[in-house]
């Protein structure tokens, strides 16, 4: 099954660059500390502003610390964030959005409010506020991202619910002593859940980007822990004369990006064309 | 011994333009092991009389009076919902019309039939050794290898069987079937029925057998009752009105195309007129606006004429036979 779907994404020219992509960036991840053999943040002030070498194959920075290591473990914490917020949001939009699909009106009608008016909060005041109360970290980040994500994953959640709610199978699985609990579990989830994770594969490039946003705003995770927003930053302080380290943060994050839009684009035209023009 | 009787049931839809009487002081019972049919065109109020007996009418429905007595001691029209809940795939257990749609898209049809079981203690072995034990009852060929099939692996009619392999699973007292044959072609539907009279020899249950088809009605049902608008215009024994039916509607169903209905029609044959609009009934006998017999008695509600044995028509002038109708 895997196997048949991984072959059939790679016959897809995007589709292809986008899996490799996303299995590079996933393994250096994942292998980082494998893959160089400098400490991501240890200062060496003898080598700052060292431009790429064998030595650093990236360069180095304004403190002398190995980019490439940088990167690597830059890339820990934007794929953490990634997924984990992505995989909360989901939870918390599915329970969220089965409760208003299958609940009663009134509570459908609070809950589409909510999101709503969660929905029209502009992304970076809602950054900027939550940072106010909580100070950057990595939490501000998560809530961020999920704050942004939840309501549109709740409410398609709801729509398909309210279709399936009266689905012949479900109606028939009523008559049979299912409780609510179990029809939503057994007869609705599973049949909404395929194109939603399709859906939400494809929102990880902008997490990735709202992660990279936050740091680089000096909102997000807090150095020294690396971050591919920080090391943006950092280039762009210094972009007259070490052009390499806007380098090594951007290219990271426009690589991902391109590589899950890609992947989550062609899954989707493959498996569920009636989502095509949707995102 | 009785395993549903409905007396004099009501129920009534809120609507934006008032309340509508989708049934009226209905009545009706099903012995053990008996198989009771129920016709009447469409909207006539076959799905909410289920839905009323089931306890899942929906939210704007209401039971207005009357009682569902099931099983002898319990009232359904009262029940209170987890109670209700227990009942339902355990002692009550219902096939519907659209064997497309009853199962589970997602899900193979083993792992449905083991779900269906999740009320009994026996471990997954078990259950999926009374899954295919039951698939084999309906019929179905090679079961254990299609276990692990999905629903869009079977054909129409297997599909129809599952479904009905999955409602006798747990041996029900009561199996209630919406019009389960509709959508199939005849040569299926003659097997279909045949299947569930075995069936319900072999499980010893009870079926209240929704149909369009005059004909499925009298090869399967024991009884049958005939509704109107919501209400039971005539019932019996099935040989009793097929024989000899004497409400007027009755009357026009069964005379409209005889050649036909001895073959199976996939309709009820249409008669003139439609029916009347339920948030407004006619103040007598509520087939008054249709009914070539009508004269100004019709214009106050009918009594119910006792015709012998459990034969019942409601109507003035229920002493008039089929054969003299033309006449
Ligand atoms: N939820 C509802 N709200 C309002 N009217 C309804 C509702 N459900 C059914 N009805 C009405 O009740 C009547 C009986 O419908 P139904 O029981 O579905 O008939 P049948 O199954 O015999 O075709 C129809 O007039 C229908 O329009
Ligand atoms: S009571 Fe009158 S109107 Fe009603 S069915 Fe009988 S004859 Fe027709
Ligand atoms: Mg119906």
């Known amino acids: 099954m895997i196997w048949r779907t991984v ?16 299995t590079v960036v996933e393994l250096s991840a994942v292998f980082a500390s494998g893959l160089t053999s400098y400490a991501p943040s240890k200062i060496s002030p003898a080598e700052r502003f060292a431009s790429p070498s064998l030595l650093h194959l990236l360069g180095t920075d304004h403190l002398g610390r190995d980019l490439l290591t940088r990167v690597l473990y830059g890339g820990r914490v934007a794929l953490l964030i990634a997924l984990g917020a992505t995989a909360v949001s989901l939870v918390v939009g599915v329970v969220l959005g089965l ?7 009134w509570l459908d009608n609070v809950l589409l409010l909510i999101f709503d008016a969660v929905k029209s909060f502009p992304t970076v005041m809602l950054a900027l506020t939550l ?44 008559s049979m002593g299912a409780s609510a609990g179990r ?5 609705i989830l599973p049949n909404i859940i395929g194109p939603i994770l399709i859906l939400i594969s494809m929102d990880i490039p902008v997490v990735v980007a709202i992660e990279a946003g936050m740091s680089f705003l000096g909102l997000g995770v807090r150095p020294p822990t690396p971050s591919w927003g920080a090391i943006l930053n950092d280039g762009f302080a210094n972009i007259r004369d070490s052009y390499w380290i806007v380098i090594a943060g951007g290219l990271p994050i426009v690589l991902t990006t391109l590589g899950f839009t890609f992947f989550g684009e062609t899954l989707r035209d493959l498996f569920d064309p009636r989502l095509k023009g949707r995102s | 011994m009785t395993v549903l009787e409905v007396k ?39 799905s909410t009389l289920i839905n009323a007996i089931l306890g899942l009418l929906a939210d704007n429905g209401e039971i207005t009076s009357g009682e569902i007595i099931f099983e002898g001691d319990k009232d359904l029209a009262r029940l209170d919902p987890t109670a209700m809940r227990g009942l339902r795939g355990l002692r009550i257990a219902t096939v519907f019309q659209d064997p497309m749609g009853a199962l589970n898209p997602v899900l193979s049809v083993g792992r449905q039939m083991r779900d269906i079981q999740y009320r009994s203690n026996l471990s997954k072995r078990d259950k999926d050794a009374r899954s295919v034990a039951m698939l084999r009852k309906v019929r179905i060929p090679d079961p254990e290898s299609r276990l692990t099939q999905f629903p869009h692996e079977f054909s129409g009619g297997m599909k129809q069987r599952i479904a009905i392999a999955m409602a006798l699973m747990m041996e029900p007292a009561l199996l209630i079937a919406d019009e389960p044959t509709t959508a199939l072609d005849a040569t299926l539907e003659v097997a279909t029925i045949e299947l569930l009279k075995d069936l319900q020899r072999d499980i010893g249950c009870s079926v209240l057998f929704i149909s369009h088809h005059l004909g499925v009605i009298a090869e399967l049902c024991d009884e049958m009752i005939v509704m109107y608008a919501g209400e039971v215009v005539e019932s019996g024994t099935t040989r009793e009105i097929f024989h000899d039916a004497r409400h007027p509607y009755t009357q026009k169903l069964l005379a409209c195309d005889p050649a036909r209905l001895s073959q199976r029609v996939a309709r009820l044959p249409t008669i003139a007129g439609t029916l009347p609009d339920l948030r407004r009934r006619p103040s007598g006998c509520v087939f008054q606006p249709r009914c070539d017999r009508a004269d100004a008695q019709c214009l106050t509600p009918p009594p119910s004429a006792v015709l012998g044995g459990s034969h019942i028509a409601h109507c003035w002038h229920a002493d008039i036979p089929l054969g003299a109708m033309n006449a």
């Open chain 2, 8 to 46: 004099n049931l009501s129920v009534a839809f809120h609507t934006e333009s008032g309340p509508l009487e989708a049934l009226k002081q209905v009545s009706f019972s099903v012995p053990a092991n008996r198989s009771v049919g129920v016709v009447g065109e469409s909207g006539c109020g076959k």
């Open chain 1, 99 to 105: 409760i208003a699909g299958y609940g009663p009106r």
């Open chain 1, 7 to 22: 072959r059939r994404i790679m016959r897809e020219p995007l589709g292809a660059i986008g899996l490799t992509l996303v």
């Open chain 1, 183 to 187: 029809i939503l579990r057994v007869h």
């Open chain 1, 131 to 174: 940072v106010t109360l909580f100070g950057p970290s990595l939490y501000a980040v998560v809530l961020v991202v999920m704050l942004v994500n939840v309501p549109g994953y709740a409410r398609i959640i709801r729509t398909q619910t309210l279709v399936l709610k009266s689905a012949e199978h479900v109606m028939a699985a009523r």
